[in-house]
Nanobody, 115 residues
Framework: QVQLVESGGGLVQAGGSLRLSCTFSGTKFDWYNLGWYRQIPGRQRDWVATISTSGSTNYADSVKDRFTISRDNHENTVSLQMSSLKPEDTAIYSC?????????WGRGTQVTVSS
């Protein structure tokens, strides 16, 4: 059973930086594509960034050039480095692991950006 646990959320001022991490356990980490998503309560969950098993990355336009996704195949973690944060980045951030038709979610971590 795959488990994902996020950490690193918190309160930060606009313009600041924050680094989120997601620890993966339960099976072979290398097999999975990984992603970060975010959700404001009452709204749909939005895709933020993904990194494939080969390390290729993609970003939503809203975070491109500000956020960086990375993975550590030795530590079984996926991280999201967030810079130049804006109040509109405030959300619950969740990581997702997928392989074929199977996918798993973490429970999320709150990021709040004050103006």
């Amino acid at each position: 059973q795959v488990q994902l646990v996020e950490s690193g959320g918190g309160l930060v001022q606009a313009g600041g930086s924050l680094r989120l991490s997601c620890t993966f356990s339960g099976t072979k980490f290398d097999w999975y594509n990984l992603g970060w998503y975010r959700q404001i309560p009452g709204r749909q969950r939005d895709w933020v960034a993904t990194i494939s098993t080969s390390g290729s990355t993609n970003y939503a336009d809203s975070v491109k050039d500000r956020f960086t996704i990375s993975r550590d195949n030795h530590e079984n973690t996926v991280s999201l480095q967030m810079s130049s944060l804006k109040p509109e980045d405030t959300a619950i951030y969740s990581c997702r692991a997928d392989r074929g038709m199977a996918y798993y979610w973490g429970r999320g971590t709150q990021v709040t950006v004050s103006s």
